[in-house]
């Protein structure tokens, strides 16, 4: 095995069939407790190696075989940077699994949280107990020292009543992660829900509000439903339809709250892979919208104020900042003017001021001129970048020039088409501009005031198209 030690994260390398030897540490002592614990892990025999982080603070706890202890290296204050995560343990309180084994969940909650390295810097943790109704007992905000966190865990008292685990997984992912509850910015979301037995409830939707919120759900499962407790289970695939994602890695199970300790290390290294977390992105935080409204005569000062009421309803529906969504709007008609590019504001308020700012042009009706303008100058320029690109196209009125080229060089280009039609806009356009399925992708109304209306389906599309292509 490989053992290379990277500035506290020990990288273990172990070749399949390979013995780890001991490895010799900063201090060039000799440590039989590291080459031990490298072995301990499960590595997967595959055509890649798979490296395996090692939570910093671990290797100090191997004792050398000779001197005095190191020093330790990790600023207990700070915690472990290597793992920044706001996660909630969402532990099971009923009936189910009874005072006793919930007192082992504690102790096995205690023990990986105090092994995550919980510090300002590192991971913040809270929990919530899952009962017949879902009660939060700390939020990430409360407790930053693995001290105090052990104390309140130590201190929860059992609920009680049915597990009712979809309900409290859904109302955890709605609830838990605000900013002022002590959610970070651009920090992976996570929600770890032990599960004993089984849910008494549905979890296949809490398990979709979950990922529309960005949270990576694990379900950690204790002692499986029994042959005749499977009858009591109204989904037996209730985990996969749960989890952030089914692969196997958002899932993990225990047979029993008896010897938990030698599991807690391998849930630690997974609540730490950050690159695994595939669900921290979401269709809020990951789109670039560009709203391209038209500004022919036809439409009129006081229906052009409806259509930027429509925008901004779109636009605040997103997290829009440096590490999120974007917006950029382009109005025309026979010319195009860039009212604001992407790059132009990073916050909700400065863009949706910037979208009431927009003064009416009023004019011909060049649409075909105006995708081609927009993919070439708006979407240009970010085309590189990691969100997903989508186009708004709002007309009322006939286009004089050819659509179908400039959507299809768009799309082509990676940006998915939605087309709003009003008024005497002609459905062959909007469906020559939409994407594909064309239906789901095409919307029209008779009148402006019919717009409002249309702003929840617009924000679902967006919303779908970014799930479907990330699957």
Known sequence: GVITNTGGAVRVQTLPGQESYPAVNANGIQSQVLSRWASSFSVTAGAKNTALEAVGRSVSTARPSTGKRPKKTVDKKAGNKDCKADIAFLIDGSYNIGQRRFNLQKNFVGKVAVMLGIGTEGPHVGVVQASEHPKIEFYLKNFTAAKEVLFAIKELAFRGGNSNTGKALKYTAQKFFSLENGARKGIPKIIVVFLDGWPSDDLEEAGIVAREFGVN????????PTTEELGMVQDIGFVDKAVCRNNGFFSYQMPTWFGTTKYVKPLVQKLCSHEQMLCSKTCYNSVNIGFLIDGSSSVGESNFRLVLEFVSNVAKAFEISDIGSKVAAVQFTYDQRTEFSFTDHVTKDKVLSAIRNIRYMSGGTATGDAISFTTRNVFGPVKEGPNKNFLVVLTDGQSYDDVRG?????????????????????LDDLKDMASEPRESHTFFTREFTGLEQMVPDIIRGICRDFLDSKQ
């Open 406 to 426: 400039p959507a299809a060089a768009a799309q082509k280009a990676g940006i998915t088409v939605f087309s709003v039609g009003v008024a005497w806009a002609p």
């Open 217 to 224: 759900v694990f379900i950690v499962s204790v002692a499986k």
